[in-house]
């Protein structure tokens, strides 16, 4: 599968199975994503995920007595079992290091249910979303993981076969079945939707995601290169001399290529049983010379 995104976005790679902002506030997350908007439980998964990343040991319950409030309270809150109050997020966002405008604007989320307010809590949720569903390499392996013959839904085992963690693939989930790309039937089957493609991040953000997104595709390659065996992968690279003119339709070429091995991975008489990533880079190894320069 194509990332989602790629429609709107054509520096996009490409997620194969093998047989297969708008800104709601000056204060950012370290990976870019705006830190006010709608939805306070998101923001507290997005925090949560990022001080994982830092240290792998770091569990609810530190994340919990960071917060001042008992663990079972906290996850209850992750996980959406439990409703946040005004004051729980008062609480909260102090403990967080939010300044007065942002922990309000989380309060009001909550304290306003007119129809014009929630449709812009709506926008808000979907435009952070859009960012890190369009960031986060994991998003489009779990839609892939839903084609698998042997797909469980369930979290812990997305996480498991993903290798993140329980709570990223809880957030994840969420994601993307606000953002409509997946679908979850009465009969508990999971099946992915690519129907919802509407782009509504402002362009600088969606450019970002890309990159971060991209930057993530190359750190994976590179474990890849050292942990699977050879037999399971194809790490190969050409240096090329190119007219500059060119480099246009060796686009499209690449272009056409991914498209053609999609296909072929995805032919209706194929069971996959693996999620691949395709990463394609070409990129100048000289210097471009300005015009002034000689």
């Given at each position: ?35 006010s908007s709608a939805d306070f439980r998101s923001y507290l998964q997005i925090e949560f995920v990022g001080r994982c ?179 399971l992968r194809d790490h190969t690279s050409t240096t090329l001399a190119i007219r500059k003119a060119d480099i246009h ?46």
């Open positions: 599968m194509q990332h989602f995104a790629a429609k709107l976005l054509q520096e996009s790679g490409s997620s194969l199975y093998v047989a297969g902002m708008q800104s709601f506030g000056s204060k950012q997350l370290d990976d870019g994503i705006p830190s990343r830092k240290n792998p040991k770091y569990s609810i319950r530190a994340f919990a007595r960071s917060l001042g409030v008992h663990s079972g309270t906290l996850s209850a809150i992750l996980s959406g079992k439990r409703k946040l109050s005004e004051s729980m997020v008062q609480l909260l966002g102090k403990k967080l290091g939010l300044s007065p405008s942002e922990i309000d604007q989380f309060r009001l989320a909550i304290r306003h249910t007119d129809e014009n307010h929630q449709i812009q809590i709506t926008f808000h949720q979907l435009s952070q979303d859009s960012f890190v569903s369009i960031s986060e390499w994991y998003h489009d392996a779990i839609l892939e993981l839903t084609r698998l013959p042997g797909f469980l839904p369930e979290s812990k085992w997305i996480a498991g076969r993903l290798s993140i963690s329980v709570v990223e693939a809880n957030a994840a989930l969420e994601r993307l079945k606000r953002l409509g790309l997946l679908k979850i039937q009465d009969i508990g089957t999971w099946t992915a939707s690519y129907e919802n493609d509407t782009n509504i991040l402002d362009p600088d953000f969606s450019s970002v995601a890309m990159r971060k997104y991209q930057k993530q595709v190359l750190e994976l390659s590179t474990i890849a290169l050292e942990e699977v065996p050879k037999t339709e060796i686009k499209q070429k690449i272009k056409k290529f991914r498209y053609e091995l999609a296909s072929y991975c995805q032919r209706p008489d194929v069971d996959p049983d693996e999620v691949y990533q395709l990463s394609v880079s070409f990129f100048p190894l000289t210097r471009h010379k300005k015009e002034n320069e000689k």
